[in-house]
């Protein structure tokens, strides 16, 4: 018996030794410690033994059992490491190779455009007003002192709707829309920036569907040493420090006096050359000290109170700031344009 028993615990611990994964062990559980297996056998014919042998052999099959058993849970945590550890090696992650790159927009160059004077104006106090893009007659012309016999209307061809409704040709109807609110107190600062629309035949500069950002500033002794110090201050954050401007004398309906705003050349330093067409200035908004008579029309008494504004086009100072030839690169969504401005 003593021989069986030894014979049974050699086969087993060879049948775990060569046990490839956790349901071979599983069969060699069942085969040798199963209640039908060969141990209990031994252990059911121990009534024939006599009494001293009886609990020596009992103690063996007991130690036999206990081995065995041991033998299998020690292979089964082995095989089970080492599957963790295969499955580890399959899905290791090389870090030697190169990354994939992410696909990131960017803002479009209007927009830089728009929030970088807008930075420029908020850092002179001035804040944002909008207004709508569909606009009446009287605000888009008539508050701005073009009635409706006007001939400078000619210029600002729009699409109208109906006689009395139309897409805006400039942002001033905000300023007209924004004085109103007043109540005929200020001071008023602002600036409104957003997209105007004119009856336009599109080509590398001029387009139907544009975008302006207007001015205005009401208070008490506005002067046009205040309007020219607010621009200087303006293009020099925008274009540079070294940059300076100089006024030429103009004519709007809702200033009086206008000027048109140069800014020096950037390119040669006021030199002359090809992108100033040798004038060593780029002309670059329009201005003026709000005509008396549009301070009126909005409530305010033009005794007390006197203002400046200003519009510029955006797509203009993009152009300058980034050397775009074709205004039309702005509208047509083309990838490879867009993508240079993805630091700006
Ligand atoms: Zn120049």
Not at 214 to 235: H, Y
Request: glycine share 8%.
């Amino acid at each position: 018996m003593r021989e069986r028993l030894q014979e049974l615990k050699e086969q087993a611990l060879a049948q775990v030794t060569e046990a490839q994964d956790v349901k071979a062990l599983q069969e060699v559980r069942v085969a040798y410690l199963g209640k039908k297996g060969p141990i209990t056998e031994v252990l059911r014919g121990m009534g024939k033994l006599s009494a001293e042998e009886r609990p020596l052999i009992g103690q063996m099959a007991n130690e036999v059992r206990d081995e065995i058993k041991s033998a299998i849970e020690t292979k089964e945590v082995a095989l089970e490491t080492a599957a963790v550890e295969a499955k580890l090696a399959k899905e290791s992650i090389d870090v030697t190779l190169p990354g994939r790159p992410q696909k990131t927009g960017a803002r479009h160059p209007l927009t830089a455009v728009v929030e970088e004077v807008e930075d420029a104006f908020l850092g002179l106090g001035f804040s944002v007003a909008e207004g709508p893009e569909v606009e009446t007659d009287y605000y888009n012309f008539e508050a701005l002192n073009l009635p409706k016999d006007h001939p400078a209307r000619d210029m600002q061809d729009s699409f109208y709707f109906t006689d009395e409704l139309l897409l805006r040709t400039h942002t001033s109807p905000v300023q007209a829309r924004t004085m109103e609110k007043f109540e005929g107190r200020g001071p008023v600062k602002i600036i409104c920036p957003g997209k105007v629309f004119r009856r336009d035949d599109d080509d590398a500069t001029h387009s139907h569907q544009f975008m302006q950002i207007e001015g205005l500033f009401v208070d008490k002794n506005v002067r046009m040493s205040d309007l020219k110090g607010v621009l200087e201050a303006f293009a020099q954050s925008f274009f540079g420090p070294d940059r300076s401007i100089r006024l030429r004398p103009s004519f709007f309906p809702f200033t009086e006096p206008s000027v048109e705003v140069d800014v020096s050349c950037g390119m040669c330093g006021g030199e002359g050359c090809r992108v100033c067409k040798n004038t060593g200035w780029i002309e670059v908004l329009g201005a003026g000290l709000i005509h008396p008579k549009v301070l009126e029309m909005s409530g305010f008494d033009s005794k007390e109170y006197s203002g400046f504004a200003f519009g510029m086009g955006v797509e203009r100072l993009a152009m300058l700031k980034y050397d775009i030839d074709d205004i039309r690169h702005f509208y047509t969504n083309d990838v490879r344009f867009l993508a240079q401005f993805k630091r700006v």
